[in-house]
């Protein structure tokens, strides 16, 4: 943990206060990514309180954990020692992909979701994590 200190906190300020904290996860072991909570209030919570008519919004403390094991993590220590505005990107990427795994709407403007979506591809020779086909993830965008 001591050596990715300041990656981490480096993909929590690219995600400019939506997530409370980035950390190494303990419970991933084939997917390279999940959103989680810390406090009194849970994701799921979040969203039962949120579907009930009133003018105030809840929202959970957010931590954005990845998994160290997995080949998209190695690719984010690259990207940290060499291209630091394709790694703002990227967290940004996994972030919406743990949100809309986790049930949440995706708030991402398109034209930069595609591109970065083609970057990615390219980048990891893989599709984005969200576990859909490329013209199904497209749609999304």
Known sequence: MEDNKELLDFMK???DGKVKAVRLSQ???SHPV????EGAITLEMEKVLNAMPATDKV???RVLELNANHPIFQKLTQLYNGDQEKLKTYT????TQAMMIE???WKTRWPSAIRSASSWKTDFLQEPPCHLPAGRFLQFL
């Open 13 to 15: 300020d690219a995600l």
């Open 27 to 29: 419970r991933l072991k």
């Open 34 to 37: 999940c959103i989680t909570s």
């Open 59 to 61: 929202q959970a403390q």
């Open 92 to 95: 940004q990427i996994l972030y």
């Open 103 to 105: 049930g949440f709407p």
